[in-house]
């Protein structure tokens, strides 16, 4: 089952539990619909994917009562976006000349495309230590400056970044600008040949589903990156699309997909480089369908009429066994470099190569109870000679990767910390400047010359406020809450500044305290909750069925100082979708999980 079908599963749990037996009914038809519009999508049937959405939100409507509140309603009219989305660029179809395509392990393709030896740096590497299903590896030459990258933050969202070589250092890796990052993840930066335009996949930007492939252009008028656009189809599809190049010659294009793939592996499709591409109207998903194939170009099709001496008839059987063999053999190879120096990717390598001869060996089964008697050296002879004849003017050849990163960075500047603290010794604010709207202090002393760090009795953040008089007045924090300031009251009184009081200031201004509460009443909003899920590690279809459950929210992973690990979810401005969600969660087995109430600051 796959992890789409899986999440609907788990969307559909959670409605029903909480669904009269007279609504079900009707949801049931309404998440059926839904499944039926996401396999029109895949079938390149985007109107008849958006009657179907339409269809199902509409049913939604009906059953639910509560449009807004619907999480499923806000997922379906995703889909149907993505489904708009695709019906729209079939006005702007390119038809390219496929000069070769070939399957590998999405363990190492990468290796596989026409560049330059020794500049891949597999993860982890230095700019990034989280592993992705499909990011594997960032391409960063000697020579690259700037580098950029993809890594993932710290609530795990893969965004691209860049630093610069300034003087003997590397600049602090910084995001790129707003129109490059979404909120789901951004893989493989790659730049043009001349480097005015750059090349990455997303999955949180206007597309289709899945990944799709966006080209940028670098702007001199503001020295930025311009708004990327999708480069469409085929390049993109309602699969994974990443890592498009192309070649320092001008002779190729290259990028991968997954479609028509299965999790393991991924096509690597090399296209002849057209610098003026042509697009064109698609009328049909079928013409669609083909062009999406990425067939050989005729002119890439082998004119020899090879015939191998083999009691095994040509077909359908016999071309999934040779796909089948070729990809244990690739596996094969790919283990054997990990055992060279990547052992990282053992596990994963060795678990699909047990799957990958565990298939293979159900096929040869099947043959033996046709009664079929199978040569394996003659087919995988046939099927390397069909691969030559195929790529006549192209070979794939696998490079190798470089050596680990070592770049001098700088250290990034440390904040200033304005959170109320008693320290060994005292600290003077960095900037005496109180931010905007309704703040709370408290005033410690004043004096007729400027204080030292000795007067501050360790406490911190302190400003400096000068007088009109010449006076100098001395307050201690940032509060945003009466409470906040009250509950802290007692601890400056304690380090020694018995007649300390509170005051107020709203944008700067000071104000009277009861003017303080009655602004704070007025500004107080509503609570929050999160969701906190105390495991060593979330299961991938769990996370995969909250994201579905609750779009736009954020799945962060924290680890605390006593190295327990707690994922947060949310935040969530109803309570009761919180404690749905949280028991649906417990349900599924992540017993210890709770929904708390946020502070409000």
């Known amino acids: 089952m796959s992890r789409r079908n899986v999440a609907v599963r788990i969307i559909t749990l959670l409605v029903l539990l909480s669904m009269s037996v007279a609504v079900k009914a009707q949801t049931e038809k309404a998440l059926a619909e839904m499944r039926r519009g996401d396999d029109l999508r895949y079938e390149y049937r985007f109107e008849d994917a958006c009657e179907a959405y339409e269809s199902a939100m509409e049913m939604f409507v009906d059953s639910l009562m509560t449009v807004d509140d619907s999480l499923l309603r806000l997922d379906i009219s995703d889909r149907l976006l993505m489904a708009e989305n695709g019906l729209s660029m079939m006005d702007f179809v ?22 330059p030896e020794g500049n891949w740096r ?108 999708n480069m469409g189809f085929p390049y993109s599809s309602p699969a994974d699309d990443f890592l498009y190049i192309d070649t320092e010659d001008g002779e190729y294009s290259v990028f991968a997909s997954n479609r028509d793939c299965s999790k393991d592996s991924v ?10 591409p042509v697009r064109h109207l698609v009328d049909t998903p079928e013409e669609l369908i083909e062009i999406a194939a990425m067939n050989l170009s005729d002119s890439y099709q082998s004119s020899e009429n090879v015939e191998i001496d083999t009691d095994i008839p040509e077909n359908m059987d016999t071309r999934r066994y040779m796909d089948k063999m ?73 490079q190798n990767p470089g050596e680990p990163l070592a770049l001098k960075m700088q250290e990034p500047e440390p904040a200033f910390d304005y959170s109320f603290k008693i320290l060994d010794e005292g600290q ?17 002393f004043s004096l007729g010359t400027k204080a030292t760090l000795a007067n501050l009795k360790g406490l911190s953040p302190v400003f400096e406020t000068e007088t009109s008089n010449g006076r100098y007045v001395y307050r201690v924090g940032v509060f945003r809450t009466y409470n906040d300031v009250l509950a802290n009251l007692n601890s400056v009184k304690k380090a020694g500044f018995r007649s300390a009081f509170i005051t107020a200031f709203n944008d700067g201004e000071e104000v009277p305290i009861s003017k303080a509460k009655t602004i704070e009443a007025e500004n107080r909003k509503p609570s929050l909750y999160e969701i906190r899920i105390t495991t060593a590690d979330l299961d991938m279809i769990l996370a995969e069925g909250i994201r579905q459950q609750a779009p736009g929210k954020d799945i962060s992973r924290v680890e605390k100082e006593d190295s327990t690990v707690v994922y947060v979810v949310g935040p969530f401005a109803d309570h009761d979708k919180a404690e749905e969600l949280a028991g649906f969660i417990r349900a599924m087995g992540e017993r210890n999980t709770e929904c708390i109430e946020l502070p409000q600051y």
């Open 428 to 444: 003077f604010a960095e900037d005496n400047t109180l931010p905007e709207g309704l703040v709370y202090q408290i005033q410690m």
């Open 94 to 115: 390119y038809i390219p000349r496929v000069v070769a395509k070939h399957k590998f392990s999405v363990e190492d393709f990468y290796l596989y495309y026409p560049l």
């Open 122 to 229: 597999t993860v982890p590497y230095q700019l990034d230590s989280t592993v992705h299903a499909f990011a594997k590896a960032a391409y960063i030459p000697e020579n690259m400056d700037p580098i950029y990258w993809s890594a993932a933050d710290a609530d795990g969202v893969r965004n691209l970044y860049k630093t610069e070589y300034q003087d003997t250092l590397w600049t602090v890796p910084a995001l790129l600008n707003e129109h490059l990052t979404s909120t789901s993840d951004e893989i493989y930066p790659m730049l043009s040949p001349d480097g005015s335009k750059m090349f990455f996949s997303s999955d949180g930007l206007y597309g289709i589903g899945g990944f799709d492939i966006y080209v940028s252009e670098w702007d001199d008028e503001v020295n930025d990156w311009s708004e990327p656009v």
């Open 326 to 398: 070729a990809e244990v053999r690739m596996l094969n190879d790919s283990i054997a470099y990990a055992l060279a120096g990547n052992e990282s990717r053992l596990p994963a390598l060795q678990d699909s190569l047990a799957r990958a001869t565990e298939q293979l060996h159900k096929i040869e089964m099947e043959f033996l109870f046709s009664g079929v008697v199978i040569d394996p050296d003659k087919l995988l002879q046939e099927a390397d000679r069909e691969i030559a004849s195929q790529t006549v003017d192209y070979a794939f050849t696998r």
């Open 267 to 276: 096509w690597v499709y090399v296209l002849e480089y057209d610098d003026i």
